[in-house]
């Protein structure tokens, strides 16, 4: 069993390739980095501003 992460210890990031696109049209593409136990779809619907 793995021990429980201490306050010093930091989960580790992963980077995703993401395309947004805006209502006007507007497409953003870049790199966003998450936690890697987190999923992507709550990082978007998250009410967290970007």
Do not use: W
């Amino acid at each position: 069993m793995r021990p429980a992460l201490n306050a010093h210890q930091k989960i580790p990031k992963v980077s995703e390739y993401a395309e947004l696109t805006l209502t006007d049209g507007t497409v953003l593409s870049g790199y966003v980095f998450v936690d890697a136990t987190a999923r992507i779809q709550d990082l978007l619907n998250d009410s967290a501003p970007l």
